[in-house]
Structure formats: C-alpha cells, structure tokens
C-alpha cells in the first residue's frame, strides 16, 4: 500500500490496516499535484490546492475517473471527518460497469464501509464518500442543505453550467485544517463543453493557474490539467487494441477522444458558431430596416426573437423574449408590449402547431394570440432537416470586404469574418443556447431536442431563417413603407444602398417602421 502518510493521519477505528492497491501515473500525479493532495507519493503533508477549481480534461481512457477516486481517498484519509461528492449527471452513470462506483469498491471495500442505500462510503477516520447525480436541470437543489469540502465531477461537460456554478456554493470546509476545491475530469463534447471550455481551456497555458472571470467581474482561479490516452499506460498496456478503436473513429471524435482535443465538438451541431463572429454590440436600427419576428410557442416556453433586416441582407436579433409558463393570451400581449409601436413588424413567423384547433376550447392558437393583439403570424415552414440547413447558411461565416473588394484586416493580420445572421449581445438566451444544440445521435443532419431548454430559441431562429430562404422566401415580396411612390419602389428594389435612397425619399417623415 502506498498511501503511508494519509494513513499515518487516518485515526483509524479500523484494526485492518488501510490498503488502498492504487498509485498515479505521471500525469495523474499532476493532477493530485494541482490539487495538493500528492503528499503520498511526493512526501511531506498536503498542500493548499493550487486553484479552486481544477479542470482535468481530455481523452477517453486517459485515467480520470481513477484519479477523482484517487483524490478522494487521499482526501477523506488526510483530513479526518469531510464530505466528499463524485457527481456524475444520471445515477446510472454512477453505478454502471465501468462506473465510479465499482470502481471505488475494488480501491475501498476492504478498509471503508459502504452503505447502499445513501451511495456513500464512511472511511474510518469519519470522512464520507458520497456519490451523487442531478439529472434535471433543477436537481442541484436536492443538494441544497449538503455542503461538501471537497466536490468532484466525473464526465463534468454532461453538467450544465447552471448546475456546477449552484452545486459550487455548496462546497466549503467542514473541518478544520481543509481547503476547500473543486474539481472537475471530462472528455470533450457534451452540453457543457463551451462552459468548460471557457473556464478551463481557454485562458491559457495548461498546467498553469489563471485567474478566470465567471461572472462580470467576479474571479476565480483556475487550472487545467490536460489529459490523452498515452497518459494511461496501465490501459494501453491492457487493452492495446482501444488506440485503434479511436484511431478508427471519424477525424473530430479521434481528435477529441484521443488527444482531447477542446477544439473540436463532435456533438455541436453548429461549429460555425463563434461569439467574435456572430455576437455584436447592440446599435439602433435604422427606422427602415425590415422587422420581422419569428415565435416558438410552447407553456413550457415562449421563445420570441425580432430580427431587422440590414440593406446588405444581414440579419441581426435585436431582441428576445424566454419565459415560461405564459398561456397563449399572456404570451401575445407580452410580445405586443415589447415591440414599441413605432417598429413596424412585417411579419412573425410562428410554430405550425399554433393553427391547430385546442379540443377544450374549439379555438386555434392564432386566434386566441389574435384576440390578444398579436396579428399578423404567418405559419412557419416545419421541416426541421431543410430549416437547420438553413439556419446553417445563415451562420457560415465570410470574408468582410472593402467596397474595392480587398479583405479587411483584424489588428493581429486575420481577415475579419462575418455571417448572415448576427445576435445582439443582448439577447442571453439566444447566445447562450444556440451554441449548445446538440447533434441528433440517430440523425446527423437534425438537432437533438434534449436538453429541451435550449431547442426553443433555437425553433425560433430556425422559423425565421425558413421564413426567409430560397425555398420558402419571402424576401421578394418587400412591404414598402406606406405612400412610396412607384418610382420609390423601383428604386429601393433595384438600388442596394437602401440607406441612402430611403434618405431622399420624401414621404419618409411619415412612414413608421420599414418595409
Ligand atoms: N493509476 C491507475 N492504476 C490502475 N488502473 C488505472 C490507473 N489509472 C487508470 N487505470 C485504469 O485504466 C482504465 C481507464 O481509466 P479511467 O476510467 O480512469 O479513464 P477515463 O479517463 O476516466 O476514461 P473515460 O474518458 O472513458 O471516462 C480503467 O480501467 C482504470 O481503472
Ligand atoms: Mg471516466
């Protein structure tokens, strides 16, 4: 046995001595390193952690889930009387073959004790062990009263950020002596892989600490421990063949399982998405852009986006309305308040469903949202395959171009990029949900619907695209302002320069909106 010196500070109620048969390999020592707990194998006592929360991240098989074990023995033996949690995000995660459960019960039965029904183990100094899962967005508050000195996350991408930042504030010292930590193993993919991502990978240098802002202007530090394959020397010595089992998965599943490559998002379904591109300051829009809106309805959320055309096509989100639990009648005289009246809305497209006759009532969506003051919703196109498509063209990004035709530069030599459809930095929702849709695993080409929270806005933003592609445009049919002149009109459809055309125009002082 090798961990002497937590044994040694274990007061042991056991007469057996304390075998735990593990011991790290070179990169799983960085991570007890990092999270100063080494002291077994390095000498000396345990140290502060070097960040609050450790980021252990990579390829599959590159010994993480042994190493979040690893740390909580050391852990629960160093300091007599903590709480421990190793979470994953279903329970079945937990107990599974493979799973951190029986894995913990080859490195603990022999000197803890287990209780099954609570899922924790009771080491004899009084420490505890405690496997714990939140499936549901809001099943971190199950935890509400819990406080765990030491919090672990095993496969921490399949966690939303939401629910690491609240289990967070449940993690503080109990005992004296202890520092508290977090820390969190996972290979790339996964509903938090941005947020992860964003807190770990890219602040820079791994294996250093950086201080990182998780809120606005609130910092913590953090530090990444990178993890690959070749780490783990006791699998590849195993099982020589899993190397080319992921050697023989597609080019971004191998780079993100063997090498754990963050870059990569095999389950993003846009990877176009960059918030340098798509993200934009807000800036007023000018009176005659073309407005539209485009409305997913459910209770469970309305999810509503007004969307202004620019003179060169693009198409900016300037606004959004996410909020659950409003009835049909609430939710249009919500989308009507927060359109001003002096924006002119061309159109909102809306969910197909909204036309369907409710058995109670014997009336249509439309036609309660219309008795509420919402008119004008025209039915969206519902093919979901063809309208993600073209939500995609959307957001391909291109060049931006002088009016000579010549690149524009970024201050370090990059070609500035842009794309159709740009988002207010404004909108939260949107911003933070569209880059979290995730690829159907049955079929490629659509967009799973769970986590079902972020498929609303996204519905919404597809409505519109829909609404105005090729296929099912409407761009041709352009409502001028109301007095435009023939001439006018011939003008503006043949003259891109919207803006300096609709400035000569005369009638413009009386126009509400655009067309
Ligand atoms: N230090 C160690 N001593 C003994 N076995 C180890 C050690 N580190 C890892 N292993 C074994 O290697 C295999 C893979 O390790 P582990 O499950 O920790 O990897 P992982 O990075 O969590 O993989 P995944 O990405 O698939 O979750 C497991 O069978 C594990 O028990
Ligand atoms: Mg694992």
Redesign the pocket.
């Known amino acids: 046995m090798n961990i002497a010196t937590a044994q040694a500070r274990a007061k042991s109620k056991s007469k057996n001595k304390i075998d735990v048969p ?4 070179e990169r ?1 020592l960085t991570f007890l390193r990092a999270c100063g707990l080494s002291h077994p194998f390095d000498g000396g006592g345990p140290k502060p952690p070097v960040a609050v929360f450790v980021g252990y991240g990579g390829a ?8 979040l074990v690893g740390v909580a023995v050391i852990a629960g033996l160093t300091f007599p009387g903590i709480n421990i949690g190793i979470f994953r995000r279903t329970y079945s995660q937990l107990e599974g073959p493979g799973g951190i459960i029986l ?1 913990s019960q080859e490195l603990m039965a022999s000197w803890a004790s287990y209780n099954g029904g609570m899922r924790r183990w009771t080491m004899p100094n009084g420490s505890l062990l405690q496997f714990c899962h939140c499936e549901n967005e809001n099943d971190v508050y199950n935890y509400q009263s819990q406080q765990f000195d030491i919090l672990l996350f095993d496969e921490m991408t399949q966690f939303s950020g939401t629910q690491i930042r609240y289990l967070l504030s449940r993690n503080r010292a109990t005992k004296n002596g202890v520092i508290p930590f977090a820390a969190g ?1 996972t ?1 790339p993919g996964g509903i938090g892989h941005i947020f992860f991502k964003e807190q770990f990978v890219d602040p820079g240098e791994p294996e250093q600490v950086h201080n990182v802002e998780v809120e606005p202007g609130i910092f913590e530090e953090h530090i990444f421990i990178p ?1 690959k394959l070749a780490d ?1 020397q ?2 590849e010595r195993r099982d020589p063949a899993y190397r080319k089992k992921l050697e023989a998965q597609p080019e971004d599943v191998r780079r993100a399982l063997l090498y754990g490559d963050f870059d990569i998002f095999s389950g993003q379904f846009y990877p176009e998405y960059k918030k340098e591109i798509h993200v934009v300051k807000p800036f007023e829009v000018p009176a005659w852009w073309k407005r539209v809106r485009s409305l997913d309805y459910g209770l469970d959320m309305t999810a509503c986006i007004w969307w202004a055309i620019a003179d060169n096509g693009q198409c900016y989100a300037y606004r959004e309305l996410h909020e659950p639990n409003l009835n049909l009648s609430k939710a249009a005289k919500k989308i009507v308040e927060m359109t001003p009246s002096h924006e002119y809305i061309s159109y909102t497209t809306a969910s197909p469903d909204l036309w369907n006759r409710r058995q109670e009532t014997g009336q249509s969506g439309i036609e309660i949202m219309g008795k509420a003051g919402l008119k004008g919703l025209v039915r969206a196109k519902h093919d979901r395959i063809q309208g993600w498509r073209a939500m995609r063209e959307y957001l391909e990004p291109y060049d931006v171009l002088t009016e000579d035709g010549d690149l524009v530069l970024d201050e370090d030599g990059k070609s500035r990029k842009s794309a159709r459809m740009q988002i207010f930095e404004t909108l939260p929702n949107f911003v933070k949900y569209l880059p979290m849709l995730q690829r159907d695993e049955h079929d490629l080409e659509d967009a799973a619907d769970r986590p079902h929270i972020v498929t609303h806005i996204n519905e919404s933003a597809r409505y519109f695209t829909m609404s105005r592609h090729p296929t099912d445009s409407k761009q041709e049919q352009l409502l001028f302002p109301k007095g435009t002149s023939a001439a006018d009109a011939e003008r503006i459809r043949t003259n891109m320069d919207f803006a300096k055309v609709y400035a000569k125009m005369q009638n413009q002082q009386q126009i509400r909106g655009g067309w």
């Open positions: 593990w011991r790290p390999q799983q599959a098989g590159g010994g993480k889930t042994d190493s894995r193993a290979n993890a783990n006791i699998l």
